[in-house]
């Protein structure tokens, strides 16, 4: 098969994934459809066995195409060097992490933007999988009570962002007129789903249907989940700076939320993360942080104070062991 007689591309971007890594390109690999399908893989220099388990692949897939950057370079870019080595009209996304559960994903989904030419992207619900308790909760959009099939408009996405990272399937036609992943990677955008869909939003119809197709996994380390302080800050600034740069080329479309609840958001993410590395003095900074904005709970109050703070951390440690078994 030639490859510029695929249809779909299908996008992994890679980093340290050894772990899951064989399970993510399978459940791709065990799709029935109809189109002809690319899996297009580009790794961000990862250092661990990621590059070894993907060349097991070679030779047994002629489908199967990665791409190496030679220095770490981050995620907007490494999405970037996947796109520019796709083939297809269409584009779906996996998560290094996570699996495709439906084998008729792609069919659906292709299906749908075929016969709806003035859609540029669907989604469907998913499955999350806690990776240390291995417990499942099964189409979690459902579970929110998001069990309708509809349009989903720009300011939905906005304020409340539901697009599952591997759920994803959109036409390329309509990122590469629309989506400026230069200007992405200039201002060092910390994810690459986000500011994509939003994009695509603004210039054509998305849907969102109310089947589960993939399983997201969560409860281990990933650049969005990460227990370094110093990382998880870095990662918070870059947010801040990616909601200006929508607000600055946007402003008559996006609505963000204040400077008060952006600020929130940030802090409680690092209390979180402060919480998960028992540090203290970084959580009681954080838990002012918030007061200062007059925003309370069970965590920034017990981040006050020393005491406190280390009996509900080992409450909760023993209640994540307990619940383990």
């Given at each position: ?53 993907l060349s097991s692949f070679i030779g047994k897939y002629s ?55 003035d859609y540029g992207l669907v989604y469907t619900d998913f ?154 003095e970084k959580a009681k900074y954080y838990s002012i942080k ?36």
């Amino acid at each position: 098969m030639k490859r510029c007689n695929y249809v779909v591309s299908v996008i992994v971007l890679t980093y340290q994934s050894e772990l899951y890594i064989h399970d993510t390109i399978y459940s791709i690999l065990n799709q029935q459809s109809s189109y002809p399908f690319e899996v297009v893989i580009s790794d961000d220099n990862s250092t661990d066995y990621t590059l070894e388990i993907l060349s097991s692949f070679i030779g047994k897939y002629s489908n199967i195409f990665i791409y190496k950057n030679n220095d770490r370079r981050g995620i907007i870019s490494n999405f970037k060097n996947a796109i520019n080595n796709c083939t297809g009209s269409y584009i779906c996304y996996c998560g290094h992490d996570d699996y495709w559960h439906n084998k008729k994903k792609m069919q659906i989904q292709v299906d749908f933007l075929m016969s709806n030419k003035d859609y540029g992207l669907v989604y469907t619900d998913f499955d999350i999988l806690n990776s240390k308790t291995n417990k499942i909760i099964k189409n979690y959009n459902t579970y929110l009570n998001n069990d309708i099939s509809r349009n989903i408009s720009t300011q939905e996405l906005i304020n409340n962002y539901n697009i599952c990272s591997c759920t994803p399937c959109f036409r390329k036609d309509v990122f590469d007129k629309f989506v400026p992943i230069n200007n992405f990677v200039e201002n060092d955008f910390p994810v690459e789903d986000w500011c994509t869909y939003l994009v695509i939003s603004i210039y054509s119809k998305i849907m969102y249907l109310a089947i589960s197709t993939a399983t997201f996994r969560v409860g281990h380390i990933s650049e969005s989940n990460s227990q370094d302080i110093a990382k998880t800050e870095d990662y918070m600034e870059k947010h801040e700076k990616m909601y200006k740069y929508f607000l600055d080329n946007f402003p008559l479309i996006f609505r963000f939320p204040g400077f008060k609840e952006q600020k929130i958001y940030k802090y409680k993410a690092l209390l979180s993360t402060s919480w998960h590395v028992c540090n203290f003095e970084k959580a009681k900074y954080y838990s002012i942080k918030l007061s200062q904005l007059d925003y309370y709970s069970l965590k920034t109050t017990l981040a006050r104070f020393p005491l406190s703070f280390y009996i509900f951390y080992l409450i909760k440690k023993i209640y994540s062991r307990l619940s383990m078994l």
